[in-house]
């Protein structure tokens, strides 16, 4: 079973581009999860996607945003990059119950300069 | 306000068993408890999952008090490469607020020869 795939793996942003982050879920998980990892701190819940809606969300302002496709895979995008936006970006995903554990992606480590 | 707390670093010796406790006060009755494994520029991984009693897989054991407001992920006979950071995560993950779904900063577990 492949698991969840990240692209890409690594990204390099000036400040005030935009990024465009992107995750396949394992095959039959319909929910998709992001967080954010900045370096040496824990995980930061970003965005949680299910059935292709947004079904709740973290504490990051509005620049953060994301879609999924009918296909279940996952786009994040970052406007307006901040240096501080600087971090790895994990995807995870998991099936449609309540107490499914979550599957991580490796991440895509977004730099910006 | 944190949701779970753990020890924020332990060592151990190669061989020995490590118990890692997670207090989680506000655990709800609906709440599961997910240990994670994560190694640097990776994602983390399911270890083990439990919701009372104990639980024994492959890897670990996962023992819950009857109050369930702690739980202790028990790795036997630890090896140079559980060197990582471990995380327990609680809540139930489609109902719960996106405080349930952050991570706290985990225990980094260092084994030694």
């Known amino acids: 079973e492949a698991g969840v795939t990240q692209s890409p793996t690594h990204l390099i942003k000036t400040r005030g581009q935009q990024a465009t982050l992107r995750c396949s879920p394992i095959s039959g998980h319909t929910s998709v999860y992001w967080y954010q990892q900045a370096l040496g701190l824990g995980l930061q819940f970003l965005l949680w996607?299910?059935?292709?809606?947004?079904?709740n969300r973290g504490n990051f302002p509005p620049r953060f945003s994301g879609r999924q496709f009918p296909n279940y895979s996952s786009e994040l995008n970052v406007n307006a990059l901040e240096l501080e936006d600087s971090a790895l970006y994990l995807c995870?995903?998991?099936?449609?119950?309540?107490?499914?554990?979550?599957?991580f992606g490796n991440g895509t480590r977004l730099t910006v300069t | 306000l944190a949701k779970t707390t753990q020890p924020i670093s332990m060592d151990s010796y190669e061989g020995q068993e490590v118990n890692i406790t997670c207090s989680h006060n506000n655990i709800a009755t609906n709440d599961y408890i997910t240990w994670y494994q994560q190694f640097p520029s990776q994602g983390p991984r399911f270890i083990i999952q439990?919701?009372?009693t104990k639980v024994t897989n492959e890897v670990a054991s996962l023992f819950i008090p009857a109050d369930r407001k702690s739980s202790t992920l028990s790795l036997p006979r630890v090896s140079l490469s559980d060197t990582a950071v471990y995380y327990c995560?609680?809540?139930?993950?489609?109902?719960?607020?996106?405080?349930?779904?952050?991570f706290g900063t985990g225990t980094r577990l260092q084994v030694t020869l």
């Open positions: 996607y299910d059935e292709g809606e947004e079904r």
């Open positions: 995870a995903s998991s099936v449609g119950t309540g107490n499914s554990p979550l599957h």
């Open positions: 995560l609680v809540g139930d993950i489609r109902t719960g607020t996106a405080s349930k779904l952050t």
């Open positions: 439990g919701y009372k």
